[in-house]
């Protein structure tokens, strides 16, 4: 059975000629059979890509060609399917959307707690908030342990949520997490501004937690934005599936419950009635 290849990674860098750059970008890939969606903004690029080791290793190779680009960190998984249709690269207002036009995010990571020491706090039973930015339908299958979750519909409400936070909370030790660290990155300095007195985030995101850490301390599956759906701390695809009428991500244990029906329904639908 043939194995692919999944990356991804980012970076916060002023960019210009952003759709010049994008007809570059999506040539080296085509030609290399390589699918899935790079978003480039005056802010930066996001990539998310799929294709045979070989082709993978290259297309790497060609983005360090670019000074801009060569000290991106990828994040690596595996699949025995290529989970993208074709290859996309949208030019966006933001790599990550949320809507606050001074907010800039740095170029280099500010604050960043590596996975390993995320689990020494873990251990030490280091107190602590553990926040995770992600939608609502991303923290259904899984989260780290004692969560504070948010009632995201999408990373636009994240500002407006985070300024109700009382100042005893702004006040005790905050890690942030997301998939892969874009959404935290971004989130950085609004919390600094907000009066956060320290506020660290997730280095690489819960995909690299899993590469370093595996499982320890995070309960469940990780939401993918593609038709993997969702990895477990092996990042191993989980067989979980969107319902196709609302979306909703169904995890395998809920697709044998009674009351889901294949191309139909799932519990949240039913929920929703």
């Known amino acids: 059975m043939t194995e692919y290849t999944n990356i991804s990674g980012y970076k916060f860098i002023p960019l210009e000629k952003i ?44 983005l360090k060609q670019d000074e801009r680009f060569a000290d991106i960190v990828f994040k690596d998984s595996f699949s025995n399917f290529v989970p993208f249709s074709k290859m996309v690269i949208k030019l966006k207002k933001e790599i990550v959307t949320m809507g606050v036009e001074h907010v800039k995010a740095p170029s280099e990571p500010e604050n960043a707690i590596s996975p390993k020491e995320l689990k ?43 300024q109700a936070m009382t100042n005893e909370e702004k006040a005790k030790p ?51 934005f593609d038709d993997r759906v969702a990895i477990d701390p092996t990042l191993k695809v989980t067989g979980t599936k969107l319902c196709s009428h609302c979306q909703t991500p169904v995890t395998l244990a809920e697709q044998a419950e009674a009351n889901f029906v294949e191309m139909q329904q799932c519990l949240a639908c039913i929920s929703m009635e």
């Open 19 to 62: 759709a010049t750059l994008r007809v570059d970008l999506h040539k080296s890939a085509v030609d290399l059979g390589i699918k899935g969606t790079i978003l480039l903004s005056h802010e930066g690029i996001n990539v998310t890509l799929a294709g045979s080791a070989k082709a993978i290793q290259l297309y790497k190779n060609f």
């Open 120 to 162: 020494r706090w873990y251990d030490e039973s280091k107190e602590f908030t553990i926040l995770d930015t992600r939608n609502v339908y991303e923290t259904k299958i899984g989260t780290f342990k004692n969560a504070k979750l948010l009632p995201l519909d999408n990373f636009r409400q994240f500002p407006t949520l985070m």
């Open 174 to 224: 905050i890690v942030m997490f997301c998939t892969g660290g874009v959404r935290c990155e971004k989130a950085m300095p609004f919390l600094q501004d907000l009066g956060f007195k320290e506020v660290y985030q997730l280095h690489g995101g819960i995909i690299k937690y899993f590469e370093e850490c595996g499982g320890a301390y995070y309960q469940g599956e990780c939401f993918v």
